[in-house]
Every structure is written in structure tokens, then in C-alpha cells.
């Protein structure tokens, strides 16, 4: 069984998509929404979360694991898989994994771009991790990175305002730096943005 976990429902579009390629599996999803956005808590906060995350999917039967968050890839996944995980195995469980968004987003992004210059959008902790900017230049130092945190979407999407004219308005407030910068790819680095995707392209 493969457990996806998010902070709240903005996951769900991740686990569409996987669902898609991968019908033969059975899934677990679960939410934080309880303690939802985790875009404003401290990474040692998301990490203690995530790790909770992590014990109750695997105790229900899953194997993997995938963060469909992209606030907990940036600040707990390198952490869980580097010390939780070896722990884990060491005691038997060596088919256990978890793993993250940020890297697989990054490899698509990379190539994508012909200008060389990618704009990132996303949570305040996302962006403030730096998690983007450093998987990015590893796969090529020539890009130029225009983050942006955009802290009020989460909260308008979690409470299903993100339709509102006053959520439009922040979004554009937001994007304005990103266009004038003259980008040519942006990524959206937070699970719940898709729900705004409609928005997001007819401003850029």
C-alpha cells in the first residue's frame, strides 16, 4: 500500500495523478488538515509532524510513503530519510521509503526552460528553506531562480475561497515580481495551487 500524506487536502492532486499511473496499488491518504497550513510553522515543528505522519501510515500497512507537501519535502523529508528511515531499517523494515515532490518538479522544470529563468511560488517555509533554488542549480548553475512566498493562498484554498476576488487580488499582488522579472517557467510549489491553476495561468 502506498500512504500519501499533505498537510491538508491540497495533496489530493497529487494522489490523482499517481493514482493514474498506478491503479494496480491500494492507497491511504492522510490530511493535517487539524493543524493546517504548515507554510508558517518552524522546520523543527514540521519535522516532529511529519514523523507522526510517517508512524501512523506505516503502522496502517504502507510501504512508501510519498510528502505530498511540498512544505514538508523542503524542511523533514531529508531528515526522515537520512536518520528515521535508517533506524527503521535496522530493525528489519528495509522495504520501507518515503519520499518527496520537490525533486521530481525540479528534473521537469530544468529542462523546460530556455531562458534559463524559473520562477518558484510557494509557501513561506517552502521558499524560505532555499530547497528549490539548491536542487535547481544542481541540475544547472546557469538558472536563475525568482522565488516568491505567497503565505494567503493555503488559507483561502483550505476554506474554499480561492474563487473570491479577494483571493484573485493577493495572487496577483503575488505574481506581479514574477512577471515583470520576465520568467519563462513557473512552478508551483505548493499542492493546493492547482486548485488555482486557471488563475495562475491567465496572470502570467
Avoid at 508558517?40 to 515543528?45: F, H, W
Avoid at 504502507?62 to 512544505?71: D, E, K, T, V
Avoid at 520537490?102 to 513561506?124: C, D, L, M, N
Wanted: glycine share 8%; aromatic share 10%; proline share 4%.
Amino acid at each position: 500500500m502506498i500512504g500519501i500524506f499533505d498537510s491538508g487536502y491540497g495533496g489530493l492532486t497529487i494522489f490523482k495523478e499517481i493514482e493514474k499511473l498506478l491503479p494496480e496499488y491500494d492507497y491511504m491518504y492522510l490530511g493535517d488538515s487539524a493543524r493546517a497550513p504548515y507554510g508558517g510553522l518552524t522546520k523543527n515543528t514540521v519535522t516532529r509532524f511529519s514523523k507522526e505522519a510517517v508512524d501512523f501510515l506505516f503502522k496502517k500497512g504502507c510501504s512508501l510513503i510519498i510528502f505530498a507537501c511540498y512544505s514538508a519535502s523542503a524542511l523533514a523529508l531529508r531528515e526522515i530519510q537520512q536518520e528515521y528511515l535508517s533506524t527503521i531499517r535496522k530493525h528489519g523494515n528495509k522495504t520501507r521509503n518515503v519520499l518527496g515532490v520537490i525533486r521530481p518538479v525540479v528534473e521537469y522544470a530544468a529542462t523546460r526552460s530556455k531562458k534559463h529563468k524559473i520562477g518558484v511560488v510557494g509557501t513561506q517555509a517552502t521558499i524560505a528553506s532555499g530547497a528549490f533554488e539548491i536542487e535547481l542549480k544542481q541540475r544547472n548553475p546557469k538558472l536563475r531562480i525568482i522565488t516568491q512566498a505567497c503565505p494567503l493562498l493555503v488559507p483561502f484554498i483550505e476554506e474554499h475561497s480561492h474563487t473570491t476576488p479577494e483571493a484573485r487580488a493577493m495572487l496577483k499582488k503575488y505574481l506581479a515580481p514574477l512577471k515583470r522579472s520576465g520568467i519563462d517557467t513557473l512552478v508551483l510549489g505548493c499542492t493546493h495551487y492547482p486548485h488555482m491553476l486557471a488563475d495562475f495561468k491567465r496572470e502570467m
